[in-house]
């Protein structure tokens, strides 16, 4: 089974040290890739005016790019927006979607999100739809029906799975202030999760990739990494740097190689 990692480096570096640190990260993958010790999918999403730059500097290696947000329309008078077709002629492979700071800081909403990843697929653009409970939800004991809402209104109406990814990320868990969450719990969700996207897309819903992001860090990444239903992780503060992701990164195909048999 393929392993996602990835990092959303939200609004930090420049063109340049873009160029640098995904460079590092390619070169990397490319000798990774010719030792095909354990299927790898790496990601990345910089912000907007570093995407030029992290296209040039990946060459030709299979790291994928996305953007942190899309609009749903084409084209128009939408100041400040970027579109689908916008973001595919800069050489995106995927958009990260209802990201929680789009959530919380931004106001985004789930008819916008569920705008945006139809939007997305219907110019076959991949999406990973990030989801999470707030700590309110969560102290509630209602984690799960919080996500179970994101999910059905997110992917309402969406004809089929393909190209998307699930990026779980409580938003307690979130940043510096943020708490890594419990690996049971965590577990919990994804099964959670699976049973909304089998639900949705009874053929291939059980093939989405599921990944955990919130508070990882070189020493939970592993724990995470080989639970069970885990497809892969997103990593904010601890791999904005390419030597910091390529780390955590090895922490967990260390632990992965250890224990599959
Ligand atoms: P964090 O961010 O790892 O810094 O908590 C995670 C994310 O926002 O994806």
Redesign the pocket.
Known sequence: MTFFFGS?W?MNHDPESTRKHVAEIGSWLEHYALAQALPLQLWLTPSYPCLPAAVTARRGSPLWLGAQNVHWEDSGAFTGEVSVNQLKACGMDFVLIG???RRTLFGETDRQISLKVRACAHRSLGVML?VGETLDAYRAGLGFEYVTRQLQSGLEGLPNADRLLV?Y?PVW????D?LPADPVYVQQAFQSIRVVLNRLFPVEGNSVPIMY????NADNAPIYATMTDCAGL??????WAANDFLHVLQTCLQKKLATTP
């Open positions: 959303n939200k990201h929680a700071e990030c990026l990320e868990s979130i940043g510096k943020g992001g919130g508070s990882v997103g990593v904010g503060r601890a791999a």
